[in-house]
Antibody
Framework: EVQLVESGGGLVQPGGSLRLSCAAS????????MSWVRQAPGKGLEWVSA????????YYADSVKGRFTISRDKSKNTLYLQMNRLRAEDTAVYYC????????????????WGQGTMVTVSS | QSVLTQPPSASGTPGQRVTISCSGS????????VYWYQHLPGTAPKLLIY???QRPSGVPDRFSGSKSGTSASLAISGLRSEDEADFYC???????????FGTGTKVTVL
């Protein structure tokens, strides 16, 4: 079955850290760009970060730049999001998404999404 | 604050046609492909339209996308009760060097 499964969410205090994982199966993970997208309670979708097919190119939303790091482990078919210096406004459901693009450095639509993992930043 | 503006809501009766607009700028819609996603809260979003007007396999032809200049639109014809959801446009923004989503439109089937 083709799927993306996120994990690693939970409750963390402001200023704390958390690492999200996204396990991919049913497709050749190494061949596609990937992204993280979040949705805060009562708000719309917000793109967070993207990583190219090779992992050599990464992009971040201004709201997380310098605090979050996206990475991928091709041997484990897993996407990660390391989140540091967390703030209350980072509270959201975090989705990982598979890009249509199989060309390194090119980003396109998200044709597969996980079910999401909830991150709550609160004291 | 999103750089892509959508109407907050749209509605129609079963069988009607509903259109959702998405307004951007030259740095995003004006230069890049537009995508449309359907999202039911608590579930995984679903890709409806890619590259302005292309439908992934399995998406009914009741859904259609178009783009003109710095704006895009999604049309849903033959509205059905299962179409009730939030709809988002999205694209790459060259100035921001990242994806941007629209503000989202909640579609209600009356």
């Amino acid at each position: 079955e083709v799927q993306l499964v996120e994990s690693g969410g939970g409750l963390v205090q402001p200023g704390g850290s958390l690492r999200l994982s996204c396990a991919a199966s049913g497709f050749t993970f190494n061949n596609y760009a990937m992204s993280w997208v979040r949705q805060a309670p009562g708000k719309g979708l917000e793109w967070v970060s993207a990583i190219s097919v090779s992992g050599g190119t990464t992009y971040y939303a201004d709201s997380v730049k310098g605090r979050f790091t996206i990475s991928r482990d091709k041997s484990k078919n897993t996407l990660y999001l390391q989140m540091n210096r967390l703030r209350a406004e980072d509270t959201a459901v975090y989705y990982c998404a598979k890009d249509v693009s199989a060309i390194d450095g090119i980003f396109d639509a998200f044709d597969m999404w996980g079910q999401g993992t909830m991150v709550t930043v609160s004291s | 604050q999103s750089v892509l503006t959508q109407p907050p809501s749209a509605s129609g009766t079963p069988g009607q046609r509903v259109t959702i607009s998405c307004s951007g700028s030259t740095s995003n819609i004006g230069r890049n492909f537009v995508y449309w996603y359907q999202h039911l809260p608590g579930t995984a979003p679903k890709l409806l339209i890619y590259r302005n007007n292309q439908r992934p396999s399995g998406v009914p032809d009741r859904f259609s996308g178009s783009k003109s200049g710095t704006s895009a639109s999604l049309a849903i014809s033959g509205l059905r009760s299962e179409d009730e959801a939030d709809f988002y446009c999205a694209t790459w923004d060259d100035s921001l060097s990242g994806y941007v989503f629209g503000t989202g439109t909640k579609v209600t089937v009356l």
